[in-house]
């Protein structure tokens, strides 16, 4: 089923992000607020991290900063899917792949084999540092398509909530 398809319902109409129990419990659970903590540590993380690789594979320096950066990252990303997960339990009843993050939890999936091969090349000294930083850098793009995906997610929880008269919150949760 397609990402439209999984909006719209019988008639044309679209389907809601949440229902109405489903908004009621991701306005009353902690892990929204978690989450919504999450994301933008990750992101600020991701920054810093993606000039100190850019550093390192253009001039050769600051290996060791650049991966301890990559690590921290990592262990970020780990921490907000985690918590992601336990979000969506509470929210929808599934641990992963609620209809209304199907799409984004997929793509989730992809930033976390990256992040996670990363951690396996550096752990076993598979490639070279400027190799295993090459497989940083392609989770980190795939980081920036999933965190976009959240986004949008974000900005129609927002506008569906202002049509009921409610602030839309919703989890900004970035893989």
Do not use: C, H
């Amino acid at each position: 089923m397609s990402a439209r398809e999984t909006r719209t319902i019988a008639g044309g109409a679209r389907r809601p992000l949440y229902t109405a129990d489903e908004r009621r419990r991701r306005d009353a659970t902690a892990w929204t607020t978690v989450q919504a903590v999450l994301a933008p540590v990750q992101f600020f993380a991701f920054a810093v991290s993606l000039i100190l690789i850019v550093r390192f594979l253009t001039t050769g320096q600051g290996y060791v900063l650049a991966t301890g950066s990559i690590l921290i990252k990592t262990g970020l990303l780990y921490a907000i899917m985690i918590t992601g997960s336990i979000w969506e339990k509470v929210v929808f009843g599934k641990w992963l792949f609620a209809r209304s993050f199907f799409w984004e939890d997929v793509f989730s999936m992809l930033v976390l084999a990256l992040q996670t091969a990363y951690l396996g090349a550096l752990l076993f000294g598979y490639g070279t540092p400027g190799q295993q930083m090459l497989i940083a850098v392609a989770a980190y793009a795939t980081y920036v398509i999933n965190a976009m995906q959240f986004l949008m997610k974000l900005r129609a929880a927002r506008l569906e909530g202002a049509g009921r008269g409610s602030p839309g919150r919703s989890p900004a949760v970035l893989a």
